[in-house]
Protein backbone atom coordinates (compact mmCIF):
# COMPACT_ATOMS: atom_id res chain seq x y z
CA UNK A 1 0.00 0.00 0.00
CA UNK A 2 1.44 3.60 -0.75
CA UNK A 3 2.60 5.59 2.16
CA UNK A 4 1.08 9.41 2.03
CA UNK A 5 3.75 11.41 3.15
CA UNK A 6 2.59 14.88 4.95
CA UNK A 7 4.14 17.15 2.08
CA UNK A 8 2.87 15.51 -0.50
CA UNK A 9 -0.55 15.98 1.82
CA UNK A 10 -0.11 19.54 2.00
CA UNK A 11 -0.35 19.61 -2.20
CA UNK A 12 -4.11 19.36 -2.53
CA UNK A 13 -5.30 21.58 -0.05
CA UNK A 14 -3.21 23.87 -2.72
CA UNK A 15 -4.41 22.70 -5.54
CA UNK A 16 -8.07 23.16 -4.51
CA UNK A 17 -7.48 26.67 -4.25
CA UNK A 18 -5.72 27.04 -7.40
CA UNK A 19 -8.86 25.26 -9.15
CA UNK A 20 -10.82 28.09 -7.07
CA UNK A 21 -8.74 30.61 -8.38
CA UNK A 22 -8.91 29.40 -11.87
CA UNK A 23 -12.82 28.70 -11.73
CA UNK A 24 -13.42 32.66 -9.76
CA UNK A 25 -11.02 34.33 -13.08
CA UNK A 26 -13.14 32.98 -16.05
CA UNK A 27 -16.39 34.77 -14.32
CA UNK A 28 -16.68 38.17 -12.29
CA UNK A 29 -16.86 41.16 -14.70
CA UNK A 30 -14.74 43.02 -12.41
CA UNK A 31 -11.89 40.23 -13.42
CA UNK A 32 -12.02 41.22 -17.17
CA UNK A 33 -11.78 45.35 -16.25
CA UNK A 34 -8.58 44.62 -13.67
CA UNK A 35 -7.31 42.86 -16.84
CA UNK A 36 -7.79 45.52 -19.07
CA UNK A 37 -6.90 48.12 -16.99
CA UNK A 38 -3.38 46.67 -16.34
CA UNK A 39 -3.03 46.42 -19.98
CA UNK A 40 -4.25 42.87 -20.82
CA UNK A 41 -6.27 41.90 -23.68
CA UNK A 42 -9.64 41.04 -22.56
CA UNK A 43 -9.61 37.39 -23.08
CA UNK A 44 -6.42 37.31 -20.82
CA UNK A 45 -7.92 36.03 -17.88
CA UNK A 46 -9.62 32.95 -19.52
CA UNK A 47 -5.66 32.25 -19.69
CA UNK A 48 -5.35 32.94 -16.34
CA UNK A 49 -7.91 30.79 -15.53
CA UNK A 50 -6.96 27.65 -17.88
CA UNK A 51 -3.39 28.21 -16.43
CA UNK A 52 -4.76 27.78 -12.63
CA UNK A 53 -6.98 25.10 -13.40
CA UNK A 54 -3.63 23.43 -15.42
CA UNK A 55 -1.42 23.67 -12.04
CA UNK A 56 -4.52 22.72 -9.95
CA UNK A 57 -4.98 19.10 -12.21
CA UNK A 58 -1.26 18.44 -12.22
CA UNK A 59 -0.12 19.20 -9.05
CA UNK A 60 -1.46 16.70 -6.84
CA UNK A 61 0.02 14.07 -9.23
CA UNK A 62 3.49 12.52 -8.41
CA UNK A 63 4.22 12.10 -12.09
CA UNK A 64 2.81 15.40 -13.06
CA UNK A 65 3.66 17.37 -10.38
CA UNK A 66 7.02 19.03 -11.46
CA UNK A 67 4.98 20.60 -14.54
CA UNK A 68 2.14 21.52 -11.97
CA UNK A 69 4.54 23.39 -10.07
CA UNK A 70 6.22 25.10 -12.96
CA UNK A 71 2.71 26.54 -14.37
CA UNK A 72 1.77 27.60 -11.10
CA UNK A 73 5.08 29.30 -9.63
CA UNK A 74 4.94 30.90 -13.38
CA UNK A 75 1.46 32.52 -12.95
CA UNK A 76 1.93 33.52 -9.07
CA UNK A 77 5.32 35.30 -9.90
CA UNK A 78 3.49 37.13 -13.30
CA UNK A 79 0.51 37.78 -11.23
CA UNK A 80 2.64 39.45 -8.22
CA UNK A 81 4.62 41.25 -10.43
CA UNK A 82 1.51 42.78 -12.48
CA UNK A 83 0.06 43.79 -9.05
CA UNK A 84 3.44 45.25 -7.62
CA UNK A 85 3.82 47.32 -10.82
CA UNK A 86 -0.14 48.60 -10.27
CA UNK A 87 0.66 49.88 -7.09
CA UNK A 88 -1.71 47.01 -5.73
CA UNK A 89 1.03 45.64 -2.94
CA UNK A 90 -1.76 44.05 -1.00
CA UNK A 91 -2.11 41.47 -3.70
CA UNK A 92 1.75 41.19 -4.71
CA UNK A 93 2.74 39.56 -1.63
CA UNK A 94 1.06 37.14 -1.37
CA UNK A 95 2.77 34.98 -4.41
CA UNK A 96 6.07 34.96 -3.31
CA UNK A 97 5.46 33.17 0.22
CA UNK A 98 3.18 30.73 -1.90
CA UNK A 99 6.17 30.02 -4.40
CA UNK A 100 8.19 29.45 -1.48
CA UNK A 101 5.18 26.71 -0.08
CA UNK A 102 4.84 25.18 -3.39
CA UNK A 103 9.11 24.86 -4.10
CA UNK A 104 9.14 23.44 -0.42
CA UNK A 105 6.26 21.16 -0.80
CA UNK A 106 7.40 19.60 -4.72
CA UNK A 107 11.29 18.96 -3.42
CA UNK A 108 9.99 16.94 -1.11
CA UNK A 109 12.60 13.77 -1.38
CA UNK A 110 11.59 10.79 0.48
CA UNK A 111 14.94 9.91 3.07
CA UNK A 112 16.98 7.07 3.29
CA UNK A 113 16.18 4.69 5.90
CA UNK A 114 18.31 4.50 8.87
CA UNK A 115 19.98 0.85 9.76
Known amino acids: MPRI???SVGLV?????FAYIGVYLVGPGHVVRAYVQWGFPPWAHFVAGALFLSA???LP???TRWPGATIACCVLAVAAATCA???DY???VQGPPLIALIV???LDRPRPAAG
Open 90 to 92: AHA
Open 56 to 58: ATL
Open 104 to 106: WLV
Open 61 to 63: FRR
Open 85 to 87: LHG
Open 13 to 17: PLAAC
Open 5 to 7: RGK
